[in-house]
């Protein structure tokens, strides 16, 4: 099963912008929390933006990020501007398919991922 897969990243220069998109397979991974997390080479991977009725973001990208599900498609998009080159990783999409009191922030917390889209900001 790979129930979610992304799409958009690439290179873009410093304070750049990209989109990244996750479609779920169903609406089985869409209906509760969906998230991106990134990985750097040699790093954890680190929680970035969750959305279901609210949206919550790392203050490492707060103001410059922007989290969004479009609930027809069961897609979820990251707007990323004014990127830095420490934000080059792997950015993965999840979902959470079960029903948590509080705003998950933690790979734990998380019970599918997709394959990942590399994003590299150069200069």
């Known amino acids: 099963q790979v129930p979610l897969i992304e799409s958009g990243g690439g290179v873009v220069q410093n304070g750049g912008s990209l989109r990244l998109s996750c479609a779920a397979s169903?609406?089985?991974?869409?209906?509760?929390?969906m998230g991106w997390f990134r990985q750097a080479p040699g790093k954890e991977r680190e929680f970035v933006a969750t959305?279901?009725?609210?949206?919550h973001y790392a203050d490492s990208v707060k103001g410059r990020f922007t989290i969004s599900k479009d609930y027809a498609k069961n897609t979820v998009h990251l707007q990323m501007n004014s990127l830095k080159p420490e934000d080059t990783a792997v950015y993965y999409c999840?979902?959470?398919?079960?029903?948590?009191?509080?705003?998950?922030?933690?790979?734990?917390?998380?019970?599918?991922w997709g394959q990942g889209t590399q994003v590299t900001v150069s200069s």
């Open positions: 169903s609406r089985t991974y869409s209906d509760y929390y």
């Open positions: 999840a979902a959470r398919t079960y029903y948590t009191p509080r705003i998950p922030t933690t790979t734990t917390q998380y019970n599918y």
């Open positions: 959305v279901s009725d609210d949206t």
